[in-house]
């Protein structure tokens, strides 16, 4: 009788194994879509962050002109009385 039992026992624990591999590839699966997603908005926030870079250094430079073109303040005289 321990002959047979042997056996089955062995054959469950592969097919145990052979289970959790399988949930192992699925999980894998998984991990890389999500994976992949998260590289795209990555990739789609950097793109935005450097396009927000750029456009305030523009706007920088904007105001920069108009205050070169602003002519000087004269400086605040006392009020004698």
Do not use: C, G, Y
Not at 10 to 30: F, M, N, Y
Not at 49 to 76: F, H, I
């Amino acid at each position: 009788m321990a002959n047979n039992t042997t056996p089955m026992s062995h054959q469950s624990q592969i097919d145990q194994i052979a289970e959790r591999v399988e949930r192992l590839l699925l999980r894998h699966a998984e991990l890389q879509r999500t994976n992949a997603l998260l590289t795209q908005q990555v990739d789609a926030l950097t793109q935005e962050r450097d396009s927000l870079k750029s456009r305030l250094s523009a706007a920088r430079s904007r105001v920069d002109a108009l205050l070169d073109r602003l002519p000087e303040a004269e400086p605040a005289r006392k009020v004698s009385q």
